[in-house]
Every structure is written in structure tokens, then in C-alpha cells.
């Protein structure tokens, strides 16, 4: 069975309609998508990934993609803001099936349907904030930009610099309730494109971190195994709207234009849409090759592929929405259409990790066998 006519995308697929009603109305008030992630709780996506045998959906990780792909193709910010919670979803199945710790998340996941709410994009591989050691854990204080999801997040997953005394410049990494005290989700998501994700900047001030939901102590500076899991499994969930939205812009466009009598830039303009879509379907098939089912072992040079296909997903998404702009020509102006806020919401896959730029600097480092975070 082909992943796209999975139960998952088909079920996402039945939810299609009613999202993409109210995308618009969304997109308009940059309110979170706060209705359809109701509905994906009562459907069961958010466990859509956790293994069957941990009470979850026991979808595939090439099974998320397609599913994240087609809710792109109805409400690309819906779409968005899930797979934030899905690739960490994912990068705890690696770790479930190589033996590390990650069956209590995964179960509490699909036991109590936990929205999980990242900060990676903003942290990085240095973190940021401010932390002191105290009685049975940390005092935590940090600022995380970029938390999709956070109007409805129950569980944030995160990290913070720390100058240990003994080990010198490191980062924790640990999660925290929403309900903790000294959480505090703001108001400052007002952006051009993927309006309705709630990616809120969220703050911990002086909040207490037990010892053990410290997941991870790394040095702060240098490449770390951790990391290319992160980046094989994640890239393939986080880029799928986009190819989505890809998808979707395109056919639009070719829709508005059907009866109109082509001519040689009309028809230029066709094959240069459509070359970039397929360069994106590529580079996105070989993202979720990469990642290979959860079976692969870490190194740089599988981190790298996956930064390359994030890199070429990115543009010739970008590329395909800006020729469906230019096809429609004027009506494509105009919101009663609807390519627009394709075209903005498309925007926003360049500036997920890694920029084009710094995976550009990081691929040319592995290739002359350099550390790529030196």
C-alpha cells in the first residue's frame, strides 16, 4: 500500500473540507488554528505516530509526511503547527526503538493526547538562557521564539545554556508543563505567512526543572549525535506542508488558466512551475528515503543529506507558488482566490533550520570533513 492512501491521509483528507472553510477567516485574524486541532484531537492525530503497541496510531514516518501533506493542501498552517508536534513525536520513536529512554513520553502522548510544543527552531545548537543550579533540579530563564502550537501546547520541549562548574559551557535539555509556574506564552505572532500556527515566543522566567525531565546534558559547542537524528527524522514531517502547499498553489493555478488560450509565456511559465514542483517531490522523497522507516544510524553525513533536501524542498517550493502567482496574473491579487496566502504561507519555509545560507556553509564544512557547528 502506498503511503498516500494510508488510513491517516485518508482521514486527514475527510477533515479537508472543513479546514479549508476556515483557513481563510484564520489567515485574516492570525487567530491559532484552535477549531482543527479540536477536531485532530478527536480524531486521534496527535498519537498518529506513536507506536500501536504504546496505545498510539502506529502510522510511519513516510505515513506522517503524506498525512501532513494532505492537510496542506486544505489549511497549510494547521498543517504546519502539527508537524511541529510530530517530528518530536518522531525523533522519540528513533529513540524508543534504539533503546533510549522516550516509552513514558510516547505514552503519555497517546494516553492523555499531549500536544507537544517545540523550541528547537529558536535554540539551536547553542540555546540561549539563563540557568542556576538548585535543590532536586534548575531554575530555568530563557526566551524561545517560534513555539508552533503553543496556544494549546501541554508540554514544551526545550533546552537552555548552563555554565556548569564542573564541565564548563553546556546545554540541558528537558521538558516542561505548560501549567508550571513561571510559563508564559505571549501575544506576538502577527507575521506575513502561516498566520494561524500560534507560534508564539514563550517564556520561562525562573522556572524549576526537576532533575529528571533533563533529558540531555551536551557541550554547547560542537556537533552532537543528538542532531542527526533530529535532522533526518524531522526535516521529512516539518517540510511536508510546504511541499503541500506547493501542491496545492500549482493546481490552482492551472485550474484559473485551463480555458484560457495558452501562449509561449503562459506555457513557459507552466514548465518552469512544474519543474520546480518535481524537483520539490524529489528532494522530499529522498528526505524521507534518508530517514529510511526510523532504521538508520546517526552521522553527519545522513544530517547533511537531510539539510540539502530541506534546502531544495524550501526554494522550488517557493519557486513553484511564485509561477502560480505569475500564471493567475492579476486575480492572483486578490484573496478571494486564494493563491496569495499560498504564496505567504510558502514564504516561511525559509527560515526553518537550517537557512539556505548556514546549510550551505554546513554542507560545504562536512564535505571538507570539518565540524559542521565549529
Aim: hydrophobic share 45%.
Amino acid at each position: 500500500m502506498h503511503t498516500n492512501d494510508s488510513p491517516w491521509v485518508q482521514k486527514a483528507r475527510a477533515l479537508g473540507a472543513t479546514f479549508a472553510s476556515r483557513a481563510a477567516a484564520h489567515d485574516r485574524s492570525g487567530q491559532f488554528v484552535g477549531d482543527n486541532y479540536a477536531d485532530l484531537k478527536a480524531g486521534g492525530f496527535f498519537a498518529a505516530g506513536v507506536p500501536q503497541e504504546l496505545g498510539g496510531g502506529g502510522a510511519s514516518h513516510a505515513e506522517l509526511g503524506e498525512m501532513l501533506r494532505e492537510l496542506a493542501h486544505h489549511c497549510g498552517a494547521t498543517a504546519l503547527a502539527l508537524s511541529m508536534h510530530q517530528h518530536l513525536v518522531a525523533a522519540a520513536v528513533w529513540r524508543h526503538r534504539h533503546g533510549q529512554p522516550a516509552e513514558a513520553l510516547l505514552r503519555a502522548v497517546a494516553g492523555k493526547n499531549l500536544v507537544l510544543v517545540s523550541t528547537g527552531a529558536g535554540d539551536w545548537l547553542r540555546s540561549n538562557g539563563h540557568v542556576e543550579r538548585v535543590a532536586g533540579g534548575f531554575r530555568v530563564s530563557a526566551r524561545k521564539p517560534f513555539c508552533s502550537g503553543s496556544p494549546q501546547g501541554d508540554l514544551l520541549i526545550s533546552s537552555a545554556a548552563w555554565n556548569d562548574p564542573e564541565q564548563g559551557d553546556v546545554v540541558l535539555h528537558f521538558s516542561v508543563p505548560f501549567t508550571s509556574e513561571g510559563v508564559h506564552v505571549g501575544e506576538d505572532w502577527d507575521t506575513l505567512g502561516m498566520r494561524g500556527t500560534g507560534s508564539q515566543t514563550v517564556e520561562l522566567r525562573n522556572v524549576f526543572v526537576p532533575d529528571e525531565r533533563v533529558s540531555l546534558k551536551r557541550p554547547r559547542d560542537g556537533w552532537h549525535p543528538v542532531w542527526s537524528v533530529v535532522a533526518t527524522v524531522a526535516v521529512p514531517v516539518f517540510m511536508a506542508p510546504y511541499l503541500g502547499i506547493a501542491e496545492s498553489a500549482a493546481k490552482l493555478a492551472l485550474a484559473h488558466i485551463r480555458e484560457r488560450q495558452p501562449d509561449p509565456i503562459t506555457t513557459l511559465t507552466v514548465g518552469q512551475m512544474q519543474n520546480a514542483l518535481f524537483t520539490a517531490r524529489l528532494a522530499w522523497d529522498e528526505a524521507v528515503r534518508n530517514a529510511n522507516g526510523y532504521e538508520f544510524t546517526p552521522d553527519i553525513q545522513r544530517a547533511d543529506v537531510a539539510f540539502q533536501c530541506k534546502t531544495l524542498i524550501a526554494q522550488n517550493a517557493i519557486s513553484t507558488v511564485t509561477s502560480a502567482m505569475e500564471l493567475a496574473g492579476g486575480a492572483g491579487f486578490f484573496r478571494s482566490l486564494g493563491l496569495e496566502r499560498l504564496f505567504r504561507d510558502a514564504q516561511g519555509a525559509a527560515y526553518h533550520v537550517l537557512p539556505a545560507k548556514q546549510q550551505q556553509q554546513f554542507a560545504g564544512r562536512v564535505a571538507l570533513g570539518l565540524d559542521p557547528a565549529a
